[in-house]
């Protein structure tokens, strides 16, 4: 395994159109995180899963955020009606709870541009 | 409400030495990490410190004071490519990483 990956790693939109990501984390890993991180700014927390529930949502994210990650395995961030302040870096990462430090390792991110 | 502080930018010669300094206010404090981002990569793991004191990694170290709710990074013999961000993150009561801005690490020949 040589770690989190992301897909798209580009994508440009409309405005108004619906945006799905995917992230596979690395094989042993059973937490799993989104975050959002604009230019200059340190990663902001959206969401996060252990196995395949989620178990903490940001306030931040709207109605129009979504995330499942239906097998505990991989996981998907939609965006539907994006909006032009929804551009930015998406980055997922996972850690494995039991480990001391539980660091979270981050995969190479999406960048997001709507239009 | 939970507060990082860390300088925004800063700039090193090469072959010297440079000190990152990062101050906290979080609910809660369950470790502080330090990590790495080049311009337009995703952040890598560099120090995690949990104790009072000094942690060695080669050419970085890093520092915790919980009392004083401080840290730094201690970067040594800089190299050209440690030109990157420099990242606080602390855990606290319920296990979040709360993140610093980042500091923006300039390198000079």
């Known amino acids: 395994d040589t770690g989190v990956s992301q897909d798209p790693r580009h994508k440009i939109t409309k405005r108004g159109q619906n945006v799905t990501f995917r992230c596979d984390p690395i094989s042993e890993h059973n937490r799993l995180y989104w975050y959002r991180q604009t230019l200059g700014q340190g990663p902001e927390f959206l969401t996060y899963f252990q196995n395949e529930a989620q178990l903490e949502k940001s306030r931040l994210l709207s109605d129009r955020f979504s995330a499942e990650r239906p097998k505990g395995s991989f996981s998907t961030l939609e965006i539907q009606r994006t909006e032009q302040g929804d551009s930015a870096m998406y980055l997922c990462?996972?850690?494995?709870?039991?480990?001391?430090?539980?660091?979270?390792?981050f995969g190479p991110g999406t960048r997001l541009l709507v239009l | 409400g939970q507060n990082i502080d860390q300088p925004t930018e800063m700039t090193a010669t090469e072959g010297a030495i440079v000190q990152i300094n990062c101050t906290y206010q979080?609910?809660?404090?369950?470790?502080l990490f330090w990590y790495q981002q080049h311009a337009g990569e995703a952040p890598t793991f560099l120090s995690y410190n949990v104790l009072d004191g000094l942690e060695e990694k080669g050419r970085f170290s890093s520092f915790l004071s919980r009392s004083k709710g401080y840290s730094y990074l201690l970067l040594k013999e800089l190299q050209m490519k440690d030109s990157a961000s420099y990242l606080c993150?602390?855990?606290?009561?319920?296990?979040?990483?709360?993140w610093g801005a980042g500091t923006k690490l300039i390198i000079k020949p």
């Open positions: 993150a602390v855990l606290d009561s319920n296990y979040q990483l709360i």
């Open positions: 990462a996972s850690s494995p709870r039991l480990e001391t430090p539980e660091t979270q390792y």
């Open positions: 979080t609910s809660g404090f369950n470790g």
